[in-house]
């Protein structure tokens, strides 16, 4: 009942309708780290730290914030934490509330994420690092904390000698399309996930036409 309350009933059957039975398209985006672009500093300084998710609050605080799809976000993110997936990174305002926050896993932590998210996410080289969870809080969005956070955790795993970091976004999500190629990354497949009464499966595939133009469409500047 919670869940439908702050979801939304529609939302929420949709949601559970989905879980049992549907199925998502995800652009796997790549990001070439010894080309990490410039990108303009969000509106006050941030940080991005390293926090252990286990003990993490933000998230369930978050939760009384936020309704609809932003609740279910969260949720799933509240779900993350509890299963202690590395890395945790988060940037604070001067009060000591969160900003903004997103998983930077490396491939010696990956056995976690494949363990939650079976068949979802590709097995990373050792020089390979996969950012997920990207979430701006909603006292904080407008503020360029997207652009800022993502582009300090890729300098950090370049500065730890990797060469190359994925992401995966909904192929109908605009804003974090846009977001992710503001900072470099670029259309590398397509990953179609299925859900059939419990049973998940993902399939990799390279992009097609389609594809390839909706991305285009996504990223394509904004008209003035």
């Known amino acids: 009942m919670s869940f439908a309350r702050h979801a939304g009933t529609m939302l929420a059957l949709r949601t559970v309708a989905e879980q049992a039975w549907g199925g998502k398209t995800f652009f796997?985006?790549?990001?070439?780290?010894?080309?990490?672009?410039?990108?303009?500093?969000?509106?006050?300084?941030i940080a991005m730290a390293p926090t252990d998710p286990t003990t993490f609050g933000g998230f369930r605080d978050e939760l009384g914030r936020v309704s609809g799809d932003d609740y279910v976000q969260v949720l799933l993110r509240t779900m993350t934490c509890e299963a202690g997936i590395e890395t945790l990174y988060v940037a604070s305002a001067d009060d000591g509330e969160p900003a903004y926050a997103q998983w930077l896993t490396r491939a010696a932590d990956q056995a976690a994420v494949h363990e939650h998210s079976p068949g979802r996410y590709p097995v990373l080289r050792d020089d390979?690092?996969?950012?997920?969870?990207?979430?701006?809080?909603?006292?904080?969005?407008?503020?360029?904390?997207?652009?800022?956070g993502m582009v300090q955790l890729?300098?950090?795993?370049?500065?730890?000698?990797?060469?190359?970091?994925?992401?995966?976004?909904?192929?109908?999500?605009?804003?974090?399309?846009?977001?992710?190629?503001?900072?470099?990354?670029?259309l590398d497949h397509v990953r179609h996930n299925q859900r059939r009464l419990g049973r998940v499966r993902s399939v990799e595939a390279q992009p097609g036409a389609e594809d390839s133009a909706q991305w285009a469409r996504a990223v394509a500047p904004r008209a003035r």
């Open 128 to 148: 390979e690092v996969l950012l997920e969870g990207a979430y701006t809080f909603v006292r904080f969005r407008r503020l360029g904390m997207m652009a800022d």
């Open 28 to 45: 796997g985006l790549r990001a070439d780290l010894t080309r990490i672009p410039e990108v303009r500093p969000a509106a006050f300084p």
């Open 154 to 186: 890729l300098r950090i795993a370049r500065d730890e000698g990797c060469a190359a970091a994925y992401t995966y976004v909904e192929a109908n999500n605009i804003p974090s399309l846009r977001g992710c190629a503001n900072v470099g990354f670029t």
